[in-house]
């Protein structure tokens, strides 16, 4: 089944207009097909929509980059200086993110090169594993990492205050800074969290406030990662 396909666009044959818009054609629906499974498994956050575009074009990009160099090893060299002066000032993605790039990077060498069939499966299978993956929650982390600041009067002995609710509502917690307020009378501490499943924030916060006499408390629900 393979090598018929495999025949009409093989790297030695001319490639033809057609030919040239197949290639496109089957490059821009496997992409499409990656960026869809890439929103459906991108978790709870947002997809960013100009990463889905781009998982939806780079496809179609290796593969032209691919036909344009061919078996000449001189127009090789020639495109690798030019893309070497291309800088990408962007900071490091998330690690599937990196996976999806390199996904779509995959089906596009194979569409260039003419192995059409073997792009086509290599998409589906890999999206398929993800989509499973994503399902089943494969390596997610049994509670919800948040960040945790409490406002104490400075007479409160917070270790033995604030220990048993945490042990209760929480799988972990960790002080990671400390420090006074309003000139020494007060103390904000700054925990980093991993809830419970399944437990009401507000239940949580409601039992702190009891224990600080209701001074100030916030939990960031979606904190950055320098935060911890």
Known sequence: MFDSVLTMFSADA???LPGLLILLGVALALGLAISLVYGKTHGARTPSQSFALTLVILPMVITVIILLVGNNVARAFSLAGAFSIIRFRSAPGDPKDITYVLLCMAVGLATGMGFVAYAAVVAV???LVMVLLEAVKFGQPRGNEKLLKIT???SL???DAL???LE???LSATLRKMKTADLGSLYVLTYAITTKDGIREKDMIDEL???NGN???SLVLDAPAGEF
Do not use: F, G, S, W
């Open 14 to 16: 001319a490639l033809t």
């Open 125 to 127: 299978t890999l999206c």
């Open 152 to 154: 104490i009067p400075e």
């Open 157 to 159: 002995d917070y270790q």
């Open 163 to 165: 220990a048993p609710i």
């Open 168 to 170: 209760k509502y929480t």
């Open 209 to 211: 406030r009891c224990r």
């Open 215 to 217: 001074l100030t408390i």
